[in-house]
């Protein structure tokens, strides 16, 4: 990865995006990773004003108001040096419409350090619901497990903490449903968009391990 890489990952709920953002950061030490799930969720346990407002949108798989987003992740790309053209970094969740994406080139536009490759994963989305009921997380690092997938090892404990896994409230099947509906209207528009930004790629396999090589390839070239 010789030039700076400035990346986002794209996908339905639980095709993968925080899965394969994890072995993107252990293999490219130097990306920083911004995932708009783990921030909001961030705030939830800290009971922030912001946090208040969004834990009703993830219970309910509603998306939290653009505006709060913009203005939540352009904080996190600012805390993190994020804004100068030498930037690497991975946004996992964010943008998630056509008015964030378009926000968002704005920001970067003006700081001369905008995204270069878009990545949508493209799993079947047959499978993503099994995915969705094994998986686990450790709510205050966001690492993730999966019951079958990849388990921790000991059973519910994080691996690196010991403290308790937990099932993230959005993670059921009425929920996952409205997530997955609402996805799938939003990315018409903020594909179209990316396309014609001549930024956008899409990599497709059942399962990260297929997956994730090929993303790592379109960084490298
Ligand atoms: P967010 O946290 O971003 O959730 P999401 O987009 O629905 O995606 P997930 O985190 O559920 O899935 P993932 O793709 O990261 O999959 P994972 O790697 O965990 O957002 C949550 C909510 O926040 C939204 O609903 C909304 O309310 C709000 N929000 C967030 N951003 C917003 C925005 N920009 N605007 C407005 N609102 C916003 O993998 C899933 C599971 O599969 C894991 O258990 C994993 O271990 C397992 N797994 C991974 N790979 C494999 C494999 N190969 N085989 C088997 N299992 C696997
Ligand atoms: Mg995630």
Redesign the pocket.
Known sequence: MLKPTRLLLL???????????RKLLNRFPQLKSI????V??SHILRGTKIGVE?EK??KT??????ST?VSL?SEQLRDLDGLSSKANWLL??????FS?AQKLTEILDKNQCNLNVVVE?NVDQNI?LH??E????HLPSGR???L???PPKVPFKDDITGEDLVK?E??NAAVFKK?LD??NEEIVPLREYYQKLGIWHEVAG??????YPKVEKLLLT
């Open positions: 996908g339905a709920p639980g095709s993968g995006k925080g899965t394969i953002s995932s708009s799930g783990d909001l969720r969004a949108c993830l798989g509603t998306l939290v108001p653009d987003m992740i996992d969740g964010f943008p998630r419409t964030q994963l993503i995915r969705i094994s998986r686990y997380v993730i497990y999966s079958d997938y990849n993230r959005d993670d997530r609402k996805y059942i399962t990260s391990d297929i997956i």
